[in-house]
């Protein structure tokens, strides 16, 4: 450990080697895979056991994390089968354009988890340019409101209004097999939405977004707490 100042508290302490992946990932999809994960840059794409980590949050932000990322983990596909697709079978849906829509309380999955979790990887992403391989960094995602992300991600603040959390279950083999830190997705429609999959689980963060988007999709706002 070392001192510094916390990114997520922004208290002076010593600070953990903290991971921008949750390292029970690696662990898992070195499993499934028999080898080691494939990572691409803007420069290579490569099969090694290196991690994305350095010194970011202290012990006690650090578990604010770990907590979420203990109940996202199990559900991610892995050797054994895909949980969180499992929770859906024999359970109602509507068809909501060319997804079905679930209610996550009814297929028995705390939603708030899974934003926390969404959040709080698109707000690392964000706060710190972390290296990676090849004396690479992340180029960081600009990402607006901050200080209420971090807040919420603090547990100062619930999910603010203006952030929709949108979360959908792949089906196809391909998705489940595969893990992608969050990253901005394209086009002016767009602005300020960030993607990312875990293994199966596709995870979308809009930030700045209008209430009636937030009252369709957002897994915290809605009503049914939707998942698709």
């Known amino acids: 450990m070392l001192m510094g100042t916390c990114k997520l508290c922004l208290q002076t302490k010593e600070l953990c080697d903290s991971h921008f992946l949750p390292k029970g990932i690696y662990r898992r999809f070195r499993k499934q895979q028999s080898g080691d994960p494939i990572v691409m840059t803007p420069k290579l794409i490569v099969s090694t056991s290196k991690q994305v980590h350095d010194y970011v949050l202290c012990a006690e932000c650090e578990e604010r994390f770990s907590a979420r990322e ?13 949980p969180m697709i499992e929770k859906l079978r024999n359970k109602p849906s509507v068809p909501a354009g060319r997804y ?32 990676t391989i090849d004396r690479q960094r992340t180029g960081g995602l600009i990402v607006p409101n901050m200080e209420a992300l971090r807040r919420y991600l603090f547990d100062e603040a619930v999910l603010p209004d203006d952030t929709c959390v949108f979360v959908l279950i792949c089906a196809d083999r391909l998705s489940q097999s595969l893990v992608q830190g969050p990253f901005l997705v394209g086009g002016p429609e767009n602005d300020n939405r960030f993607e990312m999959l875990m293994g199966g689980i596709l995870l979308q963060v809009g930030v700045g977004r209008s209430p009636a988007e937030r009252d369709l999709v957002c897994t915290v706002h809605t009503k049914d707490r939707a998942v698709f």
């Open 70 to 82: 203990r109940y996202i983990l199990p559900l991610m596909s892995g050797d054994s089968g895909f």
């Open 100 to 131: 079905l829509r679930f209610s996550g309380p009814v297929i028995g999955i705390d939603t708030e988890k899974l934003a926390y979790f969404a959040v709080s990887m698109v707000w690392r992403g964000a706060v710190h340019a972390w290296a």
